[in-house]
């Protein structure tokens, strides 16, 4: 099916990034060295997203989780991360990162995109990064808030740390686990899941098109 | 593979069964009549459960998003919820019904059985039942409880309404679709997904195995 035929285009896509580590294995790296190789895949993605109008796209960057793995590995995907704004900021997107930066492993460098949308260029696409993320961090937000209206009417995403996050439609993770390890819960609720076997580093084109292509035959009720 | 090959044994399994409407069409009954075609199948499933094993299962059994549907549907699948539970009531199984009793849909019925797990004869699985459940309504109540400490250190799964269900290992929906649909939220992030194509009243023995044939096959880290 070609793109005349894509009629119903995701708004807003999440993007898990998984398998970098065992693709790394599988290609005679070390383990740590899998992170590298996941960056360029994600601009050929970029750009497909951008040929597709698609308006939003959240990539899971690293989770706090992550940060319990071997110094080594932490390193490679902080640096990893680091790379993939530095590149970003000579796009058109605009940049919102999302996670803990009260801990140490929150890249210094990245701060300044953290918590507000930075426009970069012509502004095509919003582009959400999740760095040192947690799942239960970003719910907790709305907890620890002081003004949060002690009513059965609040509605809970405005009032997390990634409220600025809509609500996804689509999610692609790559890497074969079906699952989504702890990827904006509240956002996720209603969204479609599409699994790729193929390891983040080894993107290609036609995974996106299947996505999207899989996604025509879903409907969208929002739990209606 | 047989029940011998099976090591890894899930803990708490989450069931979705989808697709009662369309298979009612499918065999020429009025939509509304599926429903109570979806009760059979599961105390199929709830006996292969004891024969495996599972400690714990939660069945999605209807959302405040359901209850918008017309009226003939609402009575229907709110009739199955208290059959089901009245049929539970004769078997071995500590049930808890877990959703806001506060609505008039809400039935009567079960409440009795709402936010307390109550046992029934040997009580060898622990059964929830989500009745009337909205994910922002369970979560919110973590919101609402005035003895929430306001310290950044909380594990919002202690707080939330459904607190009393633990974390999900494996998750089995029915029907094709590829989604949670605000099936508990916080339980399921690090849940593994199986979809199963046939309709939730198709229901198949094999359909149970090949899920856990699958749970084999996945790793378990958590987040890590």
Do not use: C
Not at 106 to 115: R, W
Not at 123 to 129: A, P, R, S
Not at 164 to 188: C, Y
């Amino acid at each position: 099916m070609g793109m005349n035929q894509i009629k119903r285009i995701p708004k807003h896509i999440g993007i898990i990034p998984d398998g970098n580590r065992r693709w790394a294995k599988q290609n005679n790296y070390e383990k740590h060295e899998g992170y590298s190789h996941g960056i360029l895949p994600g601009f050929k993605l970029y750009e497909l997203m951008l040929e597709y109008g698609i308006k939003e796209a959240t990539f899971y960057g690293f989770t706090q989780d992550n940060t319990k793995r071997p110094k080594i590995e932490t390193e490679s995907f902080v640096k990893a991360a680091v790379e993939a704004v530095n590149t970003l900021a000579n796009k058109d997107a605009n940049l919102l990162v999302i996670g803990n930066t009260a801990s140490k492993v929150f890249p210094e460098e990245l701060k300044k995109y953290a918590n507000r949308r930075v426009n970069f260029g012509r502004g095509l696409i919003n582009i959400n990064f999740l760095v040192n993320y947690d799942w239960n961090w970003d719910l907790l937000h709305a907890f620890v808030a002081k003004d949060l209206p002690k009513t059965k009417k609040v509605n809970l995403h405005h009032h997390i740390a990634s409220s600025d996050i809509s609500r996804i439609d689509l999610i692609i993770r790559w890497g074969g686990r079906r699952r989504l390890s702890g990827f904006l819960p509240v956002q996720s609720v209603y969204a479609d899941y599409y699994f790729v076997d193929d390891y983040w580093p080894d993107f290609k084109e036609e995974h996106f098109i299947d996505a999207l292509n899989w996604y025509q035959t879903t409907d969208r009720t929002l739990g209606g």
